[in-house]
């Protein structure tokens, strides 16, 4: 009986693996929708979630962090900018869910959450060009007006990472001790 709930463990454990692979492959096939980009992060993070629990992952909770992290802002930002759908909602839900269940502390989490905000503002400039996710990665231009507020909202992204850097080397610096003594 105790093999049998390890085998349907594994099986368990290998569904959102399989999920997120084969949503990569079937949804890249045409280049991917934006509204499905958020799902792949998702489905990778619960993989990555499951699989710590068989084996030994290092930095596990950073990186579902940066995933969860990516695909809120991801989806947020495309549905001010276009409309609100179904996936997109989904997405942020399962982020939520994920998140709630992740233990969060420490400047690391902090800057793999920021990571996570700017690489889902930064990726709107492929997700609101005309072809989506293809490959090769269009050229044409993207409106100005989208271009600025994905500057606008990553500048104090970017500033908030440097300053959590610096206060994580100004704080490793051992205390100088006293020549007194």
Do not use: C
């Not at 084996?55 to 947020?76: A, G």
């Not at 989208?146 to 490793?172: D, E, T």
């Amino acid at each position: 009986m105790e093999k049998l709930d390890n085998d349907l463990q594994k099986i368990f454990a290998s569904f959102p693996i399989v999920l997120a692979i084969s949503s990569t492959i079937f949804l890249g096939r045409d280049g991917l929708i934006p509204n499905e980009i958020g799902l792949i992060p998702i489905f990778s993070a619960m993989s990555i979630r499951l699989l710590a629990t068989e084996f030994k992952i290092p930095f596990n909770n950073e990186i579902q962090i940066l995933l969860v992290f990516f695909t809120i802002t991801h989806n947020l930002l495309y549905s001010f900018f276009t409309d609100f759908n179904f996936l997109l909602i989904l997405g942020i839900f399962l982020g939520g869910i994920i998140l709630v269940t992740i233990q969060r502390k420490g400047d690391t989490n902090a800057i793999f959450s920021l990571f996570g905000i700017l690489f889902g503002t930064q990726s709107m400039k492929f997700s609101l060009i005309e072809n989506g996710w293809t490959l090769p990665l269009p050229t044409e231009s993207l409106d100005i007006l989208y271009l600025n507020w994905i500057k606008f909202l990553s500048a104090p992204i970017i500033g908030a990472i440097i300053f959590i850097v610096f206060r994580i080397l100004i704080l490793s610096i051992p205390a100088k001790m006293d020549e007194s003594e």
